[in-house]
């Protein structure tokens, strides 16, 4: 092992503390000094014999949400790893992991092995030997996750291990070992699959920490915990986000729209104070000798503001707009009126579509482009068509009180862009937002006209859900 994995070894439980809030802090968790404080005196409290009460000790002095937890179990499981109970090689010991099992230099599965090893994990799963089930994800790695042939070119990936193992096929055979075992009744099968279900993937689980950990020993700790662990859902990108990350992402629809309501109603009661009345305020001081002891405020006229969504929802921006859309209906009581516009290259609202589909987001993208008319002769975007089209339709829709979102990445299949739309809609509204989920440096290669629309209106970057939130709080109008 290099010097680097050598360090690793030799560290105290304050260094391996303090490496893990490092990499918390660089996931995004908001971790001070005197948390950090508290994790130390938790350790000191429960010890390092157990290493579960460490995790939750750890967990209860650190984390600020449930959502926290799988990044944070991902991190603490490599800077306080179980004890491995597969020796990895070494550049000391021999050579580094071939691509077959070890014992197998001509790089081709023993069939035997793997067959062998795949019976002994649908009988851990059927049992539930959790400490069996861990000591057979490190045969797994150890045996099938290998690859490469020298100290620079070796590791290990679990992608490759779980291609090979493919433990999801093992349902039918563990639901026969419980069944026949006289644990579960029959009728409970639907139950059965679901439980069978939720162990297979701890056992997947179970192999990706395991190559996790011994990739770490190789290249370092910290650099694997900031490269190869996940972050939190609302820092994915949703131009590469998949379909469990934006269905983790859906789930935090709810909490993220009530966090932004207690923000927006805060800032309206700020507003509603209004500005001194300079002449009313000196009329008053003169029955102090001009001195103005009491401040009279020119209070602001309650009313609140209306709002428009005019979203892309195609391709690979569909995601992004489906999550805005969402949002913002769960947002719709902060606003006189909300009303959403879809487009691929035709527009079409869809205000009651989000109405009606309020209580099942995850279906949205999908009852849109079945139920709204947004294409006209081909599939694909086109903003100068969809935004001739807005105005000609729904310039209604637009007012002096009303502010304007639009979403989407601004590539227009080399389409003209007809500026002069969106130059007429930021005219006739009290602001126009353009929220881009492209990194800026793409803004203006190849087919965006980015650039050219950020002429017109103020363009921001909301790359992830994070993002969104804080624009989406200081951009909405109070």
Do not use: C, K, W, Y
């Given at each position: 092992m290099g010097p680097e994995g050598s360090a690793v070894r030799q560290e105290g439980p304050v260094e391996r503390l303090t490496g893990l809030v490092a990499a918390l802090r660089d996931h995004g968790f908001g971790i001070g000094t005197g948390e950090t404080v508290d994790a130390g005196l938790a350790l000191e409290a429960v010890g390092f014999a157990d290493r579960e009460r460490m995790r939750e000790a750890l967990a209860a002095t650190l984390l600020h949400g449930e959502q926290q937890r799988p990044v944070f179990g991902r991190v603490f499981d490599l800077y306080f790893p179980a004890k491995a109970t597969t020796s990895t090689p070494t550049a000391a010991t021999g050579p580094g992991p071939g691509p077959g099992p070890e014992g197998h230099p001509d790089g081709h599965p023993d069939d035997a092995a793997l067959a062998g090893l795949r019976e002994r994990i649908a009988e851990a799963l059927?049992?539930?030997?959790?400490?069996?089930l861990d000591r057979l994800a490190a045969e797994a790695v150890a045996g099938f996750g290998g690859y490469g042939s020298g100290p620079g070119t070796d590791g290990w990936s679990s992608h490759q291990a779980l291609s090979r193992l493919r433990p999801e096929t093992l349902l039918a055979r563990v639901r026969a070992a419980r069944t026949a075992s006289g644990r579960e009744p029959e009728f409970t099968d639907r139950l059965i699959d679901e439980e069978?279900?939720?162990?297979?993937e701890g056992f997947r689980e179970r192999v990706r920490t395991e190559a996790r950990r011994r990739v770490a020993e190789r290249q370092g700790r910290d650099r694997v915990a900031r490269r190869a662990v996940a972050g939190?859902?609302?820092?994915?990108?949703?131009?590469?986000?998949?379909r469990e990350q934006l269905d983790e992402l859906r789930r935090t629809v709810r909490p993220l729209a009530r966090k932004l309501a207690t923000r927006l109603a805060a800032r309206r009661r700020r507003a509603t104070h209004g500005e001194i009345d300079l002449r009313r305020?000196?009329?008053?001081?003169?029955?102090?000798?001009?001195?103005?002891?009491?401040?009279?405020?020119?209070?602001?006229?309650?009313?609140?503001?209306?709002?428009?969504l005019l979203c892309d929802?195609?391709?690979s921006v569909a995601g992004f707009a489906e999550f805005t859309m969402a949002l913002v209906q769960a947002l719709?009581?902060?606003?006189?009126?909300?009303?959403?516009?879809?487009?691929?290259?035709?527009?079409?609202?869809?205000?009651g579509l989000l109405a009606r589909g309020?209580?099942?987001?995850?279906?949205?993208?999908?009852?849109?482009?079945?139920?709204?008319?947004?294409?006209?002769w081909h599939g694909q975007s086109d903003y100068g068509t969809a935004l001739d089209e807005f105005i000609e339709r729904y310039a209604d829709a637009v007012g002096p009180r009303t502010v304007v979102f639009v979403l989407g990445d601004a590539r227009t299949n080399r389409a003209d862009p007809r500026t002069e739309s969106l130059r007429l809609i930021a005219e006739r509204a009290r602001g126009v937002h353009w929220l881009n989920p492209e990194q800026p440096a793409l803004w203006g290669t190849g087919d965006s006209v980015a650039p050219l629309y950020a002429e017109l209106v103020d363009m921001w970057p909301c790359r992830n859900a994070r993002r969104l939130g804080e624009l989406i709080g200081r951009l909405l109008p109070v």
């Open positions: 059927a049992a539930g030997d959790t400490a069996l069978i279900r939720r162990a297979i939190t859902p609302d820092r994915v990108d949703f131009l590469l986000a998949g305020t000196l009329r008053g001081s003169l029955s102090t000798g001009g001195v103005p002891v009491r401040p009279v405020m020119r209070r602001r006229r309650p009313g609140r503001p209306e709002l428009v929802v195609s391709g719709h009581d902060q606003f006189s009126r909300v009303r959403v516009f879809a487009f691929v290259n035709r527009v079409d609202e869809v205000t309020a209580a099942d987001p995850a279906g949205l993208g999908e009852r849109i482009l079945a139920e709204a008319r947004l294409t006209g």
